[in-house]
């Protein structure tokens, strides 16, 4: 059974950074998209960032120019490095695995981890 296992997380002051991490664990195949969500108390959960198979990216507006995501394929591994971290930035952090199998596509999604940024 495949599961994201994710890390990083924490308690950071404005400006600081933090760098997530999400590996998945067991046989996956066809991985197409590797996205990091946020979701902050009492709203809905948001894209932060996509990185397709190919490396192409896109970012929130929120997050541009301070947040870079990145994957390495070979260890079906996606990274987000966090910058100039504002309080805004406070939410539950997920990753998700969008994959295609025999033409059906499955979403997998890490367990989520706490970025908390105190002003």
């Known amino acids: 059974q495949v599961q994201l296992v994710e890390s990083g997380g924490g308690l950071v002051q404005a400006g600081g950074s933090l760098r997530l991490s999400c590996a998945a664990s067991g046989s996956i195949f066809n991985i197409n998209a590797m996205s990091w969500y946020r979701q902050a108390a009492g709203k809905q959960r948001e894209l932060v960032a996509v990185v397709t198979r190919g490396g192409s990216t896109n970012y929130a507006d929120s997050v541009k120019g301070r947040f870079i995501i990145s994957r390495d394929n070979a260890k079906n591994a996606v990274y987000l490095q966090m910058s100039s971290l504002k309080p805004e930035d406070t939410a539950v952090y997920y990753c998700?695995?969008?994959?295609?199998?025999?033409?059906?596509?499955?979403?997998?999604w890490g367990q989520g981890t706490q970025v908390t940024v105190s002003s």
């Open positions: 998700n695995f969008a994959t295609t199998v025999f033409g059906r596509t499955y979403d997998y």
